[in-house]
């Protein structure tokens, strides 16, 4: 039978015989993400209530660095927007995101509903988190040029020469004109800057029509209620930073979580790729790891730190080739 939460979850989308093994409220029927059963706007309380006895998987969720009240404050925030999903797709994106130590509240991951669905979506600050945990990256900027702002893109220029941008910050953002460019890039702990990640509207328009299926399930319905159409502008600023998460240093939970952001926008189950709280653990240990290594490396040595090019006045004469066929032999 299985032990895990992943487990179950993963037998029950199987329909296998341990599916039937468990009990009419384990996680496992709660996955049916297509039941009827409703949350009413009026049973906040009651589905905090409902939650908590889930509370020894959330725990084992929740990195040791998030508030355990901190979390559950944001969800009893969102669940009015959630009242018409499922049980089990809420009960599902809220661990999915506890797993990723992100809180949803707007700004690092939000819950959002999709019909009768509830979707974890890692926001743009939350992958910028993931990027910190990495260890190799000291710090990311991301932002939005407008069309009256001054700046200058050089690709073949040095770095930070090759990309600037200075936005006249005493006008306001009508005078600066409407967005036409988003950016991201990051600067690692060796000192190296990122490449520029640079999208135009039309570069995220072609994102969000080849990968969000929520927007053309809305387009098709006439919804207009997918987070494109809803939030287009910090959707178009997630987009560069995912782009900017390929070029910088990438732990597995960063991997894991491109993953489980793309699960979302085909409409799959996203705890599959979520990775369990041990593992996590693990993979953290490793990344450390490899990061300390990687510095230890990037360090001289005593050794290399004294070798220093010397110029000889005279070159090196060689020696007759038959003597040097004589001292292989010798030395052979």
């Not at 015989?17 to 009827?36: F, N, R, T, W």
């Not at 926001?123 to 190799?136: C, E, H």
């Amino acid at each position: 039978m299985p032990s895990t939460l992943k487990d179950r979850i993963r037998a029950a989308r199987q329909g296998g015989p341990a599916a039937a093994d468990q009990a009419p409220d384990s996680p496992a029927e709660l996955v049916d993400v297509k039941g009827d059963e409703k949350v009413e706007p009026a049973m906040n309380d009651t589905v905090m209530a409902w939650l908590r006895k889930y509370e020894t998987e959330f725990d084992d969720a929740l990195p040791a660095h998030i508030d355990r009240a901190a979390f559950f404050a944001a969800v009893r925030a969102i669940l009015p927007k959630l009242a018409r999903c499922t049980p089990a797709s809420t009960l599902q994106a809220l661990l999915t995101c506890a797993r990723f130590g992100l809180v949803p509240d707007g700004k690092h991951a939000v819950i959002k509903r999709e019909g009768t669905l509830a979707v974890f979506v890692p926001m743009a600050q939350g992958f910028i988190d993931l990027m910190y945990r990495s260890g190799g990256v000291g710090s990311v900027h991301v932002g939005e040029i407008r069309a009256n702002d001054e700046w200058t893109y050089e690709p073949t220029a040095p770095a930070p020469q090759d990309f600037v941008h200075r936005p006249d910050l005493t006008k306001s953002k009508e005078e600066r004109g409407d967005v036409v460019l988003c950016y991201a890039f990051a600067w690692l702990r060796n000192g190296a800057r990122s490449q520029v990640i640079i999208l135009s509207r039309e570069d995220a328009e072609a994102i969000r029509d080849e990968y969000s299926s929520a927007y053309r399930d809305a387009e098709t319905a006439g919804t207009a209620d997918s987070f494109w159409h809803t939030h287009f502008l910090d959707m178009w600023r997630k987009s560069c930073v995912r782009r900017l998460a390929k070029v910088v240093p990438m732990s597995a939970e960063l991997v894991a979580l491109v993953k489980t952001d793309d699960a979302g926008e085909t409409g799959q189950v996203q705890i599959l790729h979520a990775p369990d709280p041990e593992d996590a653990r693990l993979l953290a240990e490793a990344d450390a790891a490899s990061t300390a290594a990687e510095a230890s490396q990037d360090a001289p040595t005593p050794t290399t730190a004294r070798r220093l090019p010397v110029k000889r006045s005279q070159p090196r004469r060689k020696a007759p080739r038959r003597a040097r066929r004589t001292g292989r032999k010798q030395a052979a």
